[in-house]
């Protein structure tokens, strides 16, 4: 079966700081690998996506994947309040498309 | 453009009732997604359709559940009989099969008594 495993939280950071969130998968013929934020009572949406070895920068966020380790990770640089929610890390295998998520981190920024 | 789009956003229903949550997906995307978020068991993807075709349904957890997609802009989710252990947010996504990335709808409240 495959498996996604985050860790759950909650982590708290102070306001500026870096958060870093992380998760593992089983499946080592994933291909995609996606970062989603739900805030609560919303919708997850989608924040980064990343499929090739290295890092992946968007603004603030940074997606690191590590398929030998079967490792992907989010950082979150000068974290602001508004980036408290929860971040679900997802993977995709194969032509399928499906996805297989993880339960989630709880992500706390304090002002 | 319109997003995926969900309705009813609530629904409050007795035991025992059919249940039917809808979902048009994004214009031009070619697989559609059922998922149900609760807090035990997180994110499960229920079922999902490829060109109006289902792919997998082995997320359903029961025959009380079923899934249509009779067109490319419409799908719906059935439950009949509904039962208190049902209630949860259901969830629709659907994506492109090039690109694989999943979008997501606002969500069903179901809240069965």
């Known amino acids: 079966q495959k498996e996604v495993e985050q860790n759950s939280g909650p982590l708290s950071v102070p306001e500026g700081a870096i958060a870093s969130l992380n998760c593992t998968y089983s499946d080592r013929v994933s291909q995609s690998f996606f970062w989603y934020r739900q805030y609560s009572g919303k919708s997850p949406e989608l924040i980064m996506s990343i499929y090739s070895n290295g890092d992946k920068e968007d603004g603030r966020f940074t997606a690191q994947l590590n398929k030998a380790s079967q490792y992907v990770s989010l950082l979150i640089r000068d974290s602001q309040p508004s980036d408290s929610a929860t971040y679900l890390c997802a993977v995709s295998s194969g032509s399928a498309r499906q996805l297989t998520f993880g339960s989630g981190t709880q992500l706390t920024v304090l002002p | 453009d319109a997003g995926v789009i969900q309705s009813p956003r609530h629904e409050v229903t007795e035991m025992g009732q059919e249940v039917t949550l809808r979902c048009k997906p994004i214009s031009g995307h070619n697989s559609l997604f059922w998922y149900r978020q609760t807090m035990m068991r997180g994110l499960e993807l229920l079922i999902y359709?490829?060109?109006?075709?289902?792919?997998?349904d082995s997320g359903m957890p029961e025959d009380r559940f079923s899934a249509k997609m009779p067109n490319a802009s419409f799908s719906t989710l059935k439950i009949q009989p509904s039962e208190p252990r049902d209630s949860a947010v259901y969830f629709c996504a659907s994506s492109s099969l090039t690109s694989g990335t999943q979008y997501f709808g606002p969500g069903t409240r179901l809240t069965v008594l």
């Open positions: 359709f490829n060109n109006n075709v289902p792919i997998d």
